[in-house]
Structures are given as C-alpha cells and as structure tokens.
T-cell receptor, first 115, second 110 residues
Framework: DGGITQSPKYLFRKEGQNVTLSCEQN?????MYWYRQDPGQGLRLIYY???????QKGDIAEGYSVSREKKESFPLTVTSAQKNPTAFYLC??????????????FGPGTRLLVL | DQQVKQNSPSLSVQEGRISILNCDYT??????FLWYKKYPAEGPTFLIS?????DKNEDGRFTVFLNKSAKHLSLHIVPSQPGDSAVYFC?????????FGAGTRLTVKP
C-alpha cells in the first residue's frame, strides 16, 4: 500500500559525524519536504524539492544537505556543521496536480540524538 | 516571524463535550488551511482542510471554520473522545509555502 517511509526510527550521531536520514515515497508525488520539530515548536522547513535533481532551501537549511536523484527518494544529510541536531525529523510529500494537491502527507519521522 | 499561531499550548475537555482548537494567521496570501493530528513519536496525519473560498468544512465529528476577515480558523470536535487526545497542528499554505503553528495538545478525559 502507498505511503511514506522514513528510516531509521532512531539515529545516534557522534560529534563531528555526518548522518543521513532516508525518506522514500511510493505515492508518485512530485514534491517532497523535510521538516524539523523541536519541543513546543511547530514544524520548520529545512529543504524541499518539486522535481528530480532540483531542491530549494527552507527556513533552516544551514548544516543540512539533500539530494533528489529519484522521484521516490529525498535523503537528508545532517552535517557536522549543524550544531544542534537533536530533534524529530519529518519527511513529507505532496502531489502538484489533481485533487488535494495542497495537502502534504507525512512519514513516521526519525528521532536524531547526539551522543 | 510566526505567520501561523496557536496561542493555546494545551486544552483539556471532558469526553462527549466539544473541543475547540484555535489558530490565527498573519499572511493574507494563505489560501488553503489544514489541520493535522499528531501522536508522540509519529508523523502528523492529515485531518481536515478548507479552501479560502469557503467558511466551513465538515467531516464527521470534525468541522473547520474559517474567518478570513479575522484571519482566524478553528477546529471543532464534537463529541470529543479519549482517542482524540493528541497534538493538533494548524497549517496554512500559499503556493509552495506551508507554515505550521506550534500545536495544541488536546486531552480528552473519560
């Protein structure tokens, strides 16, 4: 059945280490998004992509990088430059045409913790 | 710069009563509004939405009201059930820009 998957569910990062969070969707959605959620705050946009091989920075892109080599996949790398990476990371996707095109659908999230 | 605000971090209601969650926005360019429900350690799930050309949208126990002049929307849940206990996020969208509120934690007491 269709949906968005994120892995791993929990991820631990050591100081100075880059880590990559996976996001895959089989909804045939064109657009994909990465958000960060911190306690007591709403979702903040890190990066988004509307088409393969193209992506745009969101509000808090510093310290993160993404790629969009395939329509189904939008991995997020948390680099060592991100000084406060501990958060809950959410991936979402959206159709750009048709009914309900305004609605983003979310994956189950990945919790990143710094050791 | 919070363009979408949910001023109540928490709300507690009795089972069977109405829950009213509120949301305010500042950007008049927003033309589509959504409510998401989120359980701990899970991704948000889409609940209900409304276009700016409407002032009400109803789906079972859930109704969203939009007051464009006041830049305010609300989610009504009636009757509230213990399973509705979760964090509810309001979101507003304009073209490719979607903004989320900080969320309201709803607790429905049996």
């Amino acid at each position: 059945d269709g949906g968005i998957t994120q892995s791993p569910k929990y991820l631990f990062r050591k100081e100075g280490q880059n880590v990559t969070l996976s996001c895959e969707q089989n909804l045939n959605h064109d657009a994909m998004y990465w958000y960060r959620q911190d306690p007591g705050q709403g979702l903040r946009l890190i990066y988004y992509s509307q088409i393969v091989n193209d992506f745009q920075k969101g509000d808090i892109a510093e310290g993160y990088s993404v790629s969009r080599e395939k329509k189904e996949s939008f991995p997020l790398t948390v680099t060592s430059a991100q000084k406060n990476p501990t958060a809950f990371y959410l991936c979402a996707s959206r159709a750009l045409q048709g009914l309900a095109q305004e609605t983003q659908y979310f994956g189950p999230g990945t919790r990143l913790l710094v050791l | 710069d919070q363009q979408v605000k949910q001023n109540s971090p928490s709300l507690s209601v009795q089972e069977g009563r109405i829950s009213i969650l509120n949301c305010d926005y500042t950007n008049s360019m927003f033309d589509y509004f959504l409510w998401y429900k989120k359980y701990p350690a899970e991704g948000p799930t889409f609940l209900i939405s409304i276009s700016s050309i409407k002032d009400k949208n109803e789906d079972g126990r859930f109704t969203v009201f939009l007051n464009k002049s006041a830049k305010h929307l609300s989610l009504h849940i009636v009757p509230s059930q213990p399973g509705d206990s979760a964090v509810y996020f309001c979101a507003a969208s304009a073209l490719n820009d979607m903004r989320f509120g900080a969320g309201t934690r709803l607790t429905v007491k049996p």
